[in-house]
């Protein structure tokens, strides 16, 4: 076997495109959220996500999109939270952290029937990306790129 091989199996393609994908867009959010000193909202907001996973699957629908609004609207809400009253930013992050969790388990238990464990998809798998998420990623990684360069001079400002 040599180092080219796997590149002739479709999931490998698809892992190594996903991972360029990742590079790109945690390289433009990762830089600013370093320089706000917000690296905590990282794990916030992925961890609050899975609320939006548990209630997608308690009313039937596709999870990752219950996951991605869900998503938004903590990281909306931590900037409410920290502009707007008198909570810190990383003590909001850890109440909605520990809110979407808790939401998340709660709704995939009381849904009947088999109860899927969601945690493999917050987690995942790079070898399990489909066409779709690829297409997915690079809008996503196009949509970040031209914010970046629209709104360079205010992203350094902050």
């Known amino acids: 076997m040599n180092l080219i091989e796997p590149l002739g199996y479709v999931f ?4 190594l495109i ?11 959010i990762g830089a600013y959220i370093v320089a706000r000193r917000m690296v905590f909202i ?5 961890h609050a996500s899975f609320g939006g996973m548990g209630l997608a699957y308690f009313f039937g629908f596709n999870y990752l999109l219950g996951a991605a609004i869900f998503a938004l609207i903590s990281a909306l809400t931590v900037e409410y ?5 008198e909570v810190r930013e990383d003590s909001a992050i850890g109440m909605l952290w520990s ?7 709660i709704f995939t238990f009381l849904t009947p029937g088999y109860a899927p464990n969601l945690m493999s998809a917050l987690f995942g798998s790079i070898l399990a990306v489909s066409n779709t998420e690829l297409w997915l990623m690079a809008g996503l990684a196009v949509i970040i790129i031209l914010f ?9 400002a902050v």
Request: glycine share 12%; aromatic share 14%; charged share 5%.
């Open 81 to 85: 939270l920290s502009k707007r009253t």
């Open 42 to 46: 990282s794990g916030g907001i992925t």
């Open 148 to 156: 970046f360069v629209e709104f360079f001079p205010a992203i350094l």
């Open 99 to 105: 809110l979407g969790m808790a939401i998340g388990i």
């Open 12 to 15: 490998f393609q698809h892992a």
């Open 18 to 28: 996903a991972s360029v994908f990742s590079a790109i867009i945690c390289g433009f």
